[in-house]
């Protein structure tokens, strides 16, 4: 497991809405009670519909949330990287897990018990109060994410899964364009609600009009990305 210091811990923890405002006293009571574990690559680190007691804050690494539909297609909900956190539905309620979470890389986590962390939110009013805060964003995040399939084609869902990725992940090249590492066409079409033969078009379609081009694992958005969107609404909409 990758080394890292308390400082850089505490700024993790610092990093997730339900701590917040905590100060750094707390964080330490709060970190002392934090177990560190590691997931390879492809691990199922939770599963929907079990016992769910312990939230995680990843350290390093990516991961995926998702379920499996009734005919056994995977709905990726969400991807997940350094700093973001999940599981604390059932940290908080006690309830079973409500979606699959899988390591897309190595994954370096810390984890925080049910047990545990009842007891710090009696001893502090500030995070019962950001609890409230993220499960209000998480719900709002919902919403827009429901009216988003209902309101966009597949090519502007995809368009903005890219311009997410690009600012999470991207790293800016000379001529202004942005590079990233890109999930597999299967897994991204399950992101934005499509099928792979159909997220497939939309990329040409993307090539064919200079806003990105792939190579291997990598796609590269163009700096006029944005412009070229903006052209295909107006021949689209007028």
Do not use: W
């Not at 939770?46 to 350290?59: A, C, H, P, Q, R």
């Not at 700093?83 to 079973?96: A, H, K, R, T, Y």
């Not at 190595?106 to 049910?114: A, F, M, N, Q």
């Not at 903005?160 to 991204?188: C, N, T």
Request: aromatic share 6%; glycine share 6%.
């Amino acid at each position: 497991m990758r080394a890292m210091n308390l400082k850089s811990k505490l700024e993790l923890l610092k990093g997730v809405y339900i701590f917040a405002e905590v100060n750094e006293k707390h964080l330490e009571d709060i970190l002392s009670h934090c177990h560190e574990r590691r997931y390879p690559k492809g691990e199922i680190i939770v599963s929907e519909n079990e016992k769910g007691d312990s939230m995680f804050l990843i350290l390093e690494g990516e991961v995926k949330v998702s379920l499996v539909s009734e005919d056994g297609k995977e709905i990726i909900l969400s991807t997940l990287i350094k700093g973001d956190f999940f599981g604390e539905m059932s940290l908080l309620d006690g309830e079973p897990r409500s979606a699959n979470v899988i390591a897309l890389s190595d994954v370096d986590l810390l984890e925080l018990s049910r047990e545990d962390f009842l007891v710090e939110i009696v001893s502090n009013r500030h995070i019962a109060s950001a609890i409230l805060k993220v499960l209000s964003k998480r719900l709002r995040e919902a919403n827009d994410r429901i009216l988003g399939l209902m309101s966009k084609d597949v090519f502007d869902r995809l368009a903005e899964y890219f311009q997410k990725e690009a600012k999470l992940k991207g790293r800016e090249l000379i001529d202004g364009s942005v590079v990233f590492e890109r999930l597999p066409q299967s897994e991204i079409a399950a992101i934005v609600g499509s099928s792979r033969e159909t997220v497939t078009r939309a990329m040409k379609e993307m090539v064919d009009r200079g806003m990105i081009i792939t190579s291997g694992k990598q796609i590269i958005l163009k700096k006029n990305f944005q412009k070229r969107l903006i052209e295909r609404h107006k021949e689209k909409y007028g």
